[in-house]
Every structure is written in C-alpha cells, then in structure tokens.
C-alpha cells in the first residue's frame, strides 16, 4: 500500500465569503465615521454645557422612543427575513396571517415599512423643532443634534434602498440561489448596524442629554 493511499481524507476548508468579509470591513469604516460625530458631540457639549440644559427640554422623548422601538424590532424581523433566505425560501408558503410560513420577501418588506417609519417620524420630529426654534444653524446644540441624527438618517435611507434592492432581486431572479440569499444576508449586517448606531445615540441624546 503506498503512503498516499494510507492519508487520512482532508477536511474541506471553508472559505469566507467575499462578500460579507468586504461589507464587515466596510461598516468597521463607518463605525469610525460614527465614532467622529459621537466624539464631536461630546467636545461641544464640554464646550457649552449650559446648551445641553435648555435645548434638551425640546426634544420629545415619548415619541423619539417609541419611534426607537419600531427602529429595533426591525431588526428581529431583519433576521427573520436571514433565516427565511439561508434555507432559501424567497416567498411565503402559506397566507399572509401565518408569519411561521413567511419567506425572506415578506419579512424584508415588513422590515422597509418599520424602516419607512422611523424616517417619517424623524422628519416630523425635525418640523416640530425647527418650529419651536432649533435648527441646524440656531446653536450649537442644534448644529450637533441635526449632523448625529441626520447623518444616522441618510444611514437608513441607503439601507432602505438595499432592502429594495434584495426585494427586486428576488422576483427578478429565476432561481433564489446562493447569491441571492448572500445578498439578503450582508444587508441585515449594515440594517443591524444602523440599529446599533441608532441605539447608542438615543441613549446619548435623549436619555443622558
């Protein structure tokens, strides 16, 4: 028997998908992007304090949180939406009410609608402040709450776009394979990462103030 023959089979090995290693390095980015505005919010706060006592008294905390709140549990059903796309079921197999039997489209579309909420609410929230007073160029509290928050925005605007994006795909495709579920996956990591961000700066901006 030759020494070859008598080799142990060798595990195959598992290669990191391309894709989601580029979009992991890629929000490592942003989240140094994010980090900037946090750390520019705390220098102007150091810098005049005495803003953070009287401007803070605008902002609507019931409504920002509840807004929040829709914001996070998009994320569940981002992920159920994953779930749904790793064992490639693209569309619901039973009706609408059985959410157990619902496919990757209509969980991402449910997750668009929340994430079409929570910028809707952001908007309003913007008009009742600038009607109060506080815009972008009134303070600097106002210069810094509409950069973090807006910027955040934009943030979610895009992933928005990319749930589109992932929804159009899978009717256009003739077949929900591999790429396509790939496609659903690294846009859950840029959605939970928008959500992570947001959570942070509700925290900082509403609950600490």
């Not at 490639?88 to 449910?110: D, I």
Request: include cysteine.
């Amino acid at each position: 028997m030759s020494s070859t023959a008598a080799l142990p089979h060798a595990p195959a090995v598992n290669r990191p998908d391309p894709v989601s290693v580029g979009t992991i390095v890629w929000l490592s980015s942003e989240l140094m992007f994010f980090a900037g505005l946090f750390a520019m919010y705390f220098t102007i706060r150091a810098v005049v304090p005495d803003l953070w006592v009287t401007e803070t008294e605008l902002l609507n905390i019931p409504f920002s949180a509840t807004n929040t709140t829709v914001l996070v549990l998009s994320s569940f059903t981002c992920q159920m939406g994953v779930f749904a796309a790793e064992r490639y079921q693209v569309a619901r197999t039973g009706s609408l009410l059985q959410f157990r039997r619902w496919g990757m489209r209509e969980w991402y579309v449910l997750t668009y609608l929340m994430g079409a909420f929570f910028i809707a609410g952001q908007v309003f929230e913007y008009a009742e402040l600038v009607h109060e007073g506080l815009s972008i160029s009134s303070s600097p509290y106002g210069s810094v709450f509409y950069l973090t928050t807006g910027f955040h925005g934009l943030h979610v605007t895009a992933g928005l776009l990319a749930f589109l994006l992932v929804i159009g795909r899978s009717f256009a495709a003739r077949r929900f394979g591999h790429q396509e579920a790939t496609s659903a996956v690294v846009t859950s990591y840029y959605w939970h990462f928008v959500d992570v961000v947001w959570i942070g700066l509700f925290l900082v901006i509403y609950v600490i103030k």
